[in-house]
T-cell receptor
Framework: GAVVSQHPSRVICKSGTSVKIECRSL??????MFWYRQFPKKSLMLMAT?????????EQGVEKDKFLINHASLTLSTLTVTSAHPEDSSFYIC?????????????FGPGTRLLVL | AQTVTQSQPEMSVQEAETVTLSCTYD???????LFWYKQPPSRQMILVIR??????QNATENRFSVNFQKAAKSFSLKISDSQLGDTAMYFC???????????FGQGTRLTINP
């Protein structure tokens, strides 16, 4: 149990376009979802925390108007990279904590590789 | 702010050997959680083991065990009888009790050689 999926797994887009990444909890209800960014050979950096039905909390330095996060249901959160630029190219990972399990355990999705040309 | 330090960027051992990955952290809090996550080449993050700070007993999961030294703020991971499938990046992570934010270390790239 506790499976998290992400779609797409990889995406290539042109500079200036917007890209939406979906994160779904497949077999549990996720009260909280998290979005991370990972540069090559680096650690995970938390971008934002989202709770179902409320606005996301962004980490310092993360532009909330550029990285739009929506957590409309207990099983789905989306990250939209607006007006993407080459510097937004990265590996984006979501995670979720389950409503009926230990809140401190996060289950991770497989990640989405974004390449902006 | 909490920080997590992994001082070994890379490690390499032979299959079946035992290897220990080090992790230290800095916090002024007394109640927290510590984790080791594994990220294989597929890049899927996998929880290896977790430790509650209030528990004195070290956590174990099959071949994986930790040495939790609360006073020293140290949380090392020992992998016994290492297998080729253990090859991965290993991240140590900290979470303050009551908060859900995970703070990750820089990672250690572990290679198990045949």
């Amino acid at each position: 149990g506790a499976v998290v999926s992400q779609h797409p797994s990889r995406v290539i887009c042109k500079s200036g376009t917007s890209v939406k990444i979906e994160c779904r909890s497949l077999d549990f209800q996720a009260t909280t979802m998290f979005w991370y960014r990972q540069f090559p050979k680096k650690s995970l950096m938390l971008m934002a925390t989202s709770n179902e039905g409320s606005k996301a909390t962004y980490e310092q330095g993360v532009e909330k108007d550029k990285f739009l996060i929506n957590h409309a249901s207990l099983t789905l959160s989306t990250l939209t990279v607006t007006s993407a630029h080459p510097e937004d190219s990265s590996f984006y990972i979501c995670s979720a904590s389950a409503a009926d399990r230990e809140r401190e355990t996060q289950y991770f999705g497989p990640g989405t590789r974004l390449l902006v040309l | 702010a909490q920080t997590v330090t992994q001082s070994q960027p890379e490690m390499s051992v032979q299959e079946a050997e035992t290897v220990t990955l080090s992790c230290t952290y800095d916090t002024s809090e007394n109640n927290y959680y510590l984790f080791w996550y594994k990220q294989p080449p597929s890049r899927q993050m996998i929880l290896v083991i977790r430790q509650e700070a209030y528990k004195q007993q070290n956590a174990t999961e099959n071949r994986f065990s930790v040495n939790f030294q609360k006073a020293a703020k140290s949380f090392s991971l020992k992998i016994s009888d290492s297998q080729l499938g253990d090859t991965a990046m290993y991240f140590c992570a900290f979470m303050h009790q009551g908060a859900q934010k995970l703070v990750f270390g820089q990672g250690t790239r572990l290679t198990i050689n045949p």
